[in-house]
């Protein structure tokens, strides 16, 4: 079966463009998770959904950050603008009902 | 915030030895899950042992057991026989309980197994 696929692996992009970062979850699974992770702050909750529905964003560390799930197979995380210190691994996650959380690959955010 | 506390940044162990690494957590939920995830350099999060707080065992998945012990609220994972392709980063994660779920991390430890 495939995992949580997510794109861009990598991106490199200059301070004030928009950034869209992709995640496709795994079939069945009704929960979807974006993290961000760099060597200062760990892994920090950004935004989750349940059944396409953001349940909690008070991780969402502005307003230049956004997220939607317009349909179960299908996320973006989007920033605009961009600046340096979003520079990151961001990592999408998927659950089912229950258990732990599926993460996919991480896509490697750096703003020049 | 209730948080996930990971006191050992780096650990070395040698190779078929057995190592211990610390977690500790707030919790006000009387119900929640205690999770260990492995990232290895090429940065992938890799699931390894869950605990319910119910539990009454402590959880074992192959060489990883946790020695769970709910009233001083740890979670330590203890690997057995180090393998060096178990050198990565070790996150102890924990949900909230009820419908709100949300996985909290720790700031993790850096395990290096020697040969």
């Known amino acids: 079966d495939a995992g949580v696929i997510q794109s861009p692996r990598h991106e490199v992009t200059e301070m004030g463009q928009e950034v869209t970062l992709r995640c496709k979850p795994i079939s069945g699974h009704n929960s979807l998770f974006w993290y961000r992770q760099t060597m200062m702050r760990g892994l920090e909750l950004l935004i989750y959904f349940n059944n396409n529905v953001p349940i909690d964003d008070s991780g969402m560390p502005e307003d230049r950050f956004s997220a939607k799930m317009p349909n179960a197979s299908f996320s973006t995380l989007k920033i605009q603008p961009s600046e340096p210190r979003d520079s990151a691994v961001y990592f999408c996650a998927s659950r089912p009902s229950t258990g732990e959380l599926f993460f996919g690959e991480g896509s490697r955010l750096t703003v020049l | 915030a209730q948080k996930i506390t990971q006191t050992q940044p780096g650990m070395f162990v040698q190779e078929k030895e057995a190592v211990t690494l610390d977690c500790t957590y707030d919790?006000?939920?009387?119900?929640?899950?205690l999770f260990w995830y492995k990232q290895p350099s090429s940065g992938e999060m890799i699931f390894l042992i869950y605990?319910?707080?119910?539990?009454?065992q402590n959880a074992t998945e192959g060489r990883y057991s946790l020695n769970f012990q709910k009233a001083r609220k740890s979670a330590n994972l203890v690997i057995s026989a180090s393998q060096l392709g178990d050198s990565a980063m070790y996150f102890c994660?924990?949900?909230?309980?009820?419908?709100?779920?949300?996985?909290?991390f720790g700031k993790g430890t850096l395990l290096t197994v020697n040969p």
């Open positions: 994660a924990r949900n909230s309980g009820g419908s709100n779920y949300k996985l909290t």
């Open positions: 605990q319910g707080s119910y539990d009454q």
């Open positions: 919790t006000s939920d009387p119900s929640y899950g």
